[in-house]
């Protein structure tokens, strides 16, 4: 069974910057399209990037050219670098590899001055 620890969230003041990591287990990664998504209270679970096995990234609109998808297969480990980050940023933030069927735990960002 793959398992994927997220790790990197915390408390950062608007215009900040974060760097998520999710770690993955198993001897597959490589192969995995992997895709970092976020809930915040009261919202539904919304896509935010996805990187491929070949290394093709996608964003929704609210974060391009603030978040940047990026592996790293010999570490077996995705990152979602964050930048200018804003209130509305706020929320549980979940990476998953969809092949596997597989989620982590979730870490919260917190946007706040």
């Known amino acids: 069974q793959v398992q994927l620890v997220e790790s990197g969230g915390g408390l950062v003041q608007p215009g900040g910057s974060l760097r998520l990591s999710c770690a993955v287990s198993g001897s597959k990664f490589s192969t995995y399209t992997m895709v970092w998504y976020r809930q915040a209270p009261g919202n539904q679970r919304e896509l935010v990037a996805v990187?491929?096995?070949?290394?093709?990234?996608s964003y929704v609109d609210s974060v391009k050219g603030r978040f940047t998808i990026s592996r790293d297969n010999a570490k077996n480990t995705v990152y979602l670098q964050m930048n200018s980050l804003k209130p509305e940023d706020t929320a549980v933030y979940y990476c998953n590899a969809p092949r596997a069927s597989a989620w982590g735990q979730g870490t919260q960002v917190t946007v706040s001055s």
């Open positions: 990187i491929s096995s070949g290394g093709s990234t």
